[in-house]
T-cell receptor
Framework: DVKVTQSSRYLVKRTGEKVFLECVQDMDHENMFWYRQDPGLGLRLIYFSYDVKMKEKGDIPEGYSVSREKKERFSLILESASTNQTSMYLC????????????FGQGTRLTVV | KNEVEQSPQNLTAQEGEFITINCSYSVGISALHWLQQHPGGGIVSLFMLSSGKKKHGRLIATINIQEKHSSLHITASHPRDSAVYICAVPQGDADKLIFGTGTRLQVFP
C-alpha cells in the first residue's frame, strides 16, 4: 500500500518559533509538494521539489522554506511562525511522468498561538 | 476569476440520491483529477481522466475537453460518501496542480 506520511496530525506552536513539518513517501517518487489549505481558498502550493536538493517556489512561498536532502523526505520549515500560518498543511508526491496521479499525506493541522 | 471553479460549494442529500458535482476550468489541460477529502484531512485520488468517462463502483467521472467541463456523479449516495470533493487540473507543466475550492457533500440517512 503506497504511503505518504506526515510526521504530525496536530501541532500547536508559539509565534516566533521555528517549525519543521516532515513528509516521507515510500513510492520512490521524484516530485514532492507542500500545500496549505484554508477555508474558501482551497489548496495552494507553497513549494515543490522535482529531485533531491532541487526546489521551486509555488504560489505562496513567503515565510516558508523547504529541504530535500533525500528522495523520500521533503521538509517544510516555518522560520518564524506567525498566526497567519495557522492552517492545514498537506504533503503530496507523484512520479515524474507528466500525467502522474498524486498521493497525499493525512495532513497536519498547525495552530500558531 | 479562478482557473478552476466548482459547483455547488455545499451540497446536502438524502441517502440514495444521485449526486452531481461540477467542475469548470479555463486553461487547456491534458487531464483532470477528482480527489476526495474526508473529515480529518487526508486526501485520496478518485480519478484522473483526459477524455470520456471513468467509473469506479458508485462513482462516475466525465469530462468534455472542448467545453472545459467535468462532472463527478455518485449513484445511490450513502452517508459514508460525506466528504469534500475537489477537482484539480495541471498548471503549466503537468507536475503541478491547480485546485478548485471543493464541494462539501453531506449525505443524511
Amino acid at each position: 500500500d503506497v504511503k505518504v506520511t506526515q510526521s504530525s496530525r496536530y501541532l500547536v506552536k508559539r509565534t516566533g518559533e521555528k517549525v519543521f513539518l516532515e513528509c516521507v513517501q515510500d513510492m520512490d517518487h521524484e516530485n514532492m509538494f507542500w500545500y496549505r489549505q484554508d477555508p474558501g481558498l482551497g489548496l495552494r502550493l507553497i513549494y515543490f521539489s522535482y529531485d533531491v536538493k532541487m526546489k521551486e517556489k509555488g504560489d505562496i512561498p513567503e515565510g516558508y522554506s523547504v529541504s530535500r536532502e533525500k528522495k523520500e523526505r521533503f521538509s517544510l520549515i516555518l522560520e518564524s511562525a506567525s498566526t497567519n500560518q495557522t492552517s492545514m498543511y498537506l504533503c503530496a508526491s507523484s512520479a515524474s511522468t507528466g500525467l502522474a496521479e498524486a498521493f497525499f499525506g493525512q495532513g497536519t493541522r498547525l495552530t500558531v498561538v | 476569476k479562478n482557473e478552476v471553479e466548482q459547483s455547488p460549494q455545499n451540497l446536502t442529500a438524502q441517502e440514495g440520491e444521485f449526486i452531481t458535482i461540477n467542475c469548470s476550468y479555463s486553461v487547456g489541460i491534458s487531464a483532470l483529477h477528482w480527489l476526495q477529502q474526508h473529515p480529518g484531512g487526508g486526501i485520496v485520488s478518485l480519478f484522473m481522466l483526459s477524455s470520456g468517462k471513468k467509473k469506479h463502483g458508485r462513482l462516475i467521472a466525465t469530462i468534455n475537453i472542448q467545453e472545459k467541463h467535468s462532472s463527478l456523479h455518485i449513484t445511490a449516495s450513502h452517508p459514508r460518501d460525506s466528504a469534500v470533493y475537489i477537482c484539480a487540473v495541471p498548471q503549466g507543466d503537468a507536475d503541478k496542480l491547480i485546485f478548485g475550492t471543493g464541494t462539501r457533500l453531506q449525505v443524511f440517512p
